[in-house]
């Protein structure tokens, strides 16, 4: 027992012994482990104090070297600086002494123009001396001198090229000539025109003298109705079976002949049916005058006109020009001037197209202000025809036309005119006379026609009443007078006739 309690005592002790030694050992050990620690703290810190020391110093060296640079940056641009200053100086002085050279001879030159405008004064003043002198010797004025010398200059040019030309006329008219008359000679055999004369008078044919008071009527109402109807005037004397049918207007008379001859036929003749049958013959002659125009262009060969066109070139079949027929006058123009288009390389459809329109214009120049030959080229243009061709028109009436084309139609209207027995003056100036008087009439505002009748013995006005009452007829018809006392010369009287019908039509049904 007791040797277990021993062991159990030593047992203890050991462990006591085991435990004390184990707290020795740990203390030793944490010790070396401080130590240990320190010490490499320490020479971290002594590490650390060391990098300092050489980050200053290669700081403090970084630092010493960016001033020295900034300082030798300075003193360069110092330097430039004054470089630059001096330059500025040295070209002011160099400015200033060629200001000072420029003033100098800005002087200099003042003073030599002063001299000039004296050298120039004397020479002027010696010059009037001489010429005064030149005047007295010469017995002439500057003037007259420069006029004498023109005058012989003038003379001696003039003389020269007269005689040029006279050299060159000589030479070359004979050829010219005979060259002119081989292309005419050549074109007129190449075409036959006939022509018939136009009078101023158409004659109508009466189964018997008995329908003379039937066209007549009661108190000549009948004849009054075709007579302003158509403008024109019924002449109903002693001939036997004929009356005759008075005015310068072809187509008039065309329309009063056949309406006649519809009356006639049909038996019945009152104002009513007058009025058919003027209103029917208008629209049967329209229908002739598109034939016409038609007919006229397929001889030339002419395509291509407008329809409205053709119409009017149709309406020359019933215009005549110092009694020729204009519609034939105008083929005929259209055929000469291609024939000689083609002898001399002229544009032949341009000539051909041309010569056909070229009096256009007297299709309508009873109804449009203006020249015939200003009026045809304003149509020309209006339905689309070249330049070219509508200058046709305004061409055959100039002296010198500026194109070949142009010369050629004029040659060709002077041929066709010109030709024996083709016109006639006297009946063309009492055509004009009476367009003259109707032309007075229509000017007025409100006129509605005008119909010179009896050989221009007598105006037909008539008025639009809506546009002219009563009060105003009476002064229009006095004025009409006094213009044509003014404007126009004429023997004998005319008597103005002013007509203001108002018509009501009503239908009971």
Excluded: W
């Excluded at 009527?217 to 008075?246: F, H, Q, Y």
């Excluded at 055509?431 to 505002?445: D, M, N």
Aim: charged share 30%; glycine share 8%.
């Amino acid at each position: 027992m007791l040797r277990i309690i021993m062991l159990a005592g030593a047992a203890a002790i050991g462990c006591g012994a085991g435990i004390a030694i184990g707290y020795l050992i740990r203390q030793t050990l944490a010790k070396n482990k401080v130590d240990s620690a320190e010490a490499k703290a320490e020479k971290i810190l002594a590490d650390a104090k060391i990098r300092e020391r050489d980050f200053l110093i290669q700081a403090k060296e970084k630092g010493i070297r960016i001033v020295e640079e900034a300082k030798r940056e300075e003193t360069a641009r110092r330097q430039e600086t004054q470089e630059s200053q001096k330059r500025v100086e040295k070209r002011e002085a160099l400015f200033d002494t060629k200001l000072l050279d420029l003033q100098d001879k800005q002087t200099k030159a003042l003073e030599k123009a002063k001299e000039v405008e004296v050298k120039l004064a004397e020479i002027q003043e010696i010059k009037d001396q001489q010429m005064k002198k030149l005047e007295t010797v010469a017995s002439l004025s500057i003037e007259e001198a420069k006029a004498e010398l023109f005058r012989l200059t003038e003379e001696t040019a003039k003389e020269e090229l007269t005689n040029r030309l006279r050299k060159v006329g000589d030479e070359n008219s004979e050829e010219y000539q005979r060259e002119a008359k081989k292309i005419l000679g050549t074109v007129i055999s190449r075409m036959a025109s006939s022509h018939s004369a136009e009078t101023t008078t158409t004659s109508v044919s009466l189964p018997s003298d008995d329908m003379k008071g039937r066209i007549i009527g009661k108190e000549g109402r009948n004849i009054k109705a075709i007579e302003n109807l158509t403008g024109t005037e019924i002449i109903v004397d002693e001939t036997p079976n004929v009356i005759t049918i008075s005015g310068f207007s072809p187509i008039r008379r065309q329309i009063a002949k056949r309406a006649l001859d519809k009356l006639l036929s049909d038996g019945r003749i009152h104002p009513g049916r007058i009025e058919e049958a003027v209103e029917e013959s208008k629209k049967e002659l329209s229908l002739e005058i598109i034939k016409a125009g038609d007919e006229a262009m397929y001889q030339l060969g002419v395509t291509g006109l407008d329809p409205k066109l053709v119409q009017i070139l149709g309406r020359l079949k019933f215009r005549t020009s110092y009694g020729q027929n204009v519609l034939l006058h105008s083929m005929e123009v259209g055929n000469l001037a291609g024939l000689i288009a083609s002898e001399i390389g002229a544009n032949v459809a341009v000539c051909k197209k041309g010569g056909l329109l070229h009096d256009i214009g007297k299709a309508v120049d009873h109804d449009v202000q203006g020249a015939h030959p200003e009026i045809g080229y304003n149509i020309m243009k209006k339905f689309g025809l070249p330049e070219e061709v509508a200058y046709m028109s305004i061409a055959h009436h100039e002296d010198k036309p500026k194109n070949l084309e142009g010369c050629v139609v004029k040659a060709a209207d002077a041929i066709s005119g010109a030709r024996p027995g083709a016109r006639k003056d006297t009946l063309e100036q009492y055509v004009k006379r009476l367009e003259e008087l109707e032309g007075v009439a229509t000017s007025f505002p409100g006129v509605e026609k005008a119909y010179a009748i009896q050989a221009g013995r007598e105006l037909r006005v008539f008025v639009t009443p809506k546009a002219v009452d009563d009060f105003a007829a009476y002064r229009m018809a006095r004025d009409i007078a006094n213009r044509i006392e003014g404007e126009l010369h004429y023997p004998g009287e005319i008597k103005v006739t002013l007509i203001r019908e108002t018509r009501v039509i009503e239908y009971a049904r």
